[in-house]
C-alpha cells in the first residue's frame, strides 16, 4: 500500500496493492471519477453500513488510495512510483519520470512512411477482397471505425516506440 509521508513523497506499502485497483479506477482516470468512485465505494464499505470486518479493513485501504489519489501532487509521486516498478525500479529512484528516447527527424519520417504504407496495403487488401470501388469505401469506413475505435491505444502504442 503506497502511503504519503509528512514531507510529501509517496512510500510503498505491501508490493501487490495498487492504488487505481483499489478505487476501481484506471490510471488516466479524471479527478472527478476517482471522486465518485471513492464516494461508491464508501458507501458499499463503511463501517455504518457494513459491519464486517473485512469491510473494516477495505475501508482503511480505500481511505488511503483516495488520500494519495486525490491530492494531484500526491498522486504524481505516486504515478512516478509505479511507473518505477514496470520499469526495473529506475524511475522510483529518480524524482522525474524517465525521459523517452529522443527521436529525430529522420525517424519520425520513416515512421510516417511506414504507417502510410501500412495503411494503403491494408486499404488495398480489403477493397480487393469486397471488390472494386464500393470495395474501397467499405474499407476506408473499417478503418475509420477501427482508428475512432482504438485510436487512443495505437497512438499510445507508437509514442513509446
Do not use: C
Not at 60 to 65: D, S
Not at 123 to 145: D, E, H, N, T
Amino acid at each position: 500500500m503506497a502511503r504519503q509521508a509528512s514531507d510529501g513523497t509517496v512510500t510503498e506499502g505491501q508490493p501487490g496493492d495498487d492504488l487505481y485497483r483499489i478505487l476501481q479506477v484506471d490510471p488516466d482516470a479524471e479527478q472527478e471519477v476517482i471522486s465518485a468512485a471513492y464516494r461508491r465505494l464508501a458507501a458499499k464499505y463503511h463501517p455504518d453500513v457494513n459491519g464486517s470486518p473485512e469491510a473494516a479493513q477495505r475501508m482503511r485501504e480505500i481511505n488511503r488510495a483516495h488520500e494519495i489519489l486525490g491530492d494531484a501532487e500526491a498522486r504524481r509521486a505516486y504515478d512516478r512510483s509505479r511507473a518505477g516498478r514496470w520499469f526495473g525500479g529506475a524511475a522510483a529512484e529518480s524524482s522525474q519520470p524517465p525521459a523517452a528516447p529522443p527521436k529525430t527527424a529522420l525517424e519520425q519520417i520513416g515512421r510516417s512512411v511506414a504507417m502510410m504504407l501500412i495503411y494503403s496495403a491494408v486499404i488495398a487488401v480489403l477493397s480487393r477482397m469486397i471488390g472494386g470501388q464500393s470495395g474501397m469505401v467499405i474499407a476506408l469506413l473499417i478503418i475509420l471505425v477501427i482508428v475512432l475505435w482504438k485510436g487512443q491505444e495505437i497512438m499510445r502504442y507508437f509514442r513509446t516506440r
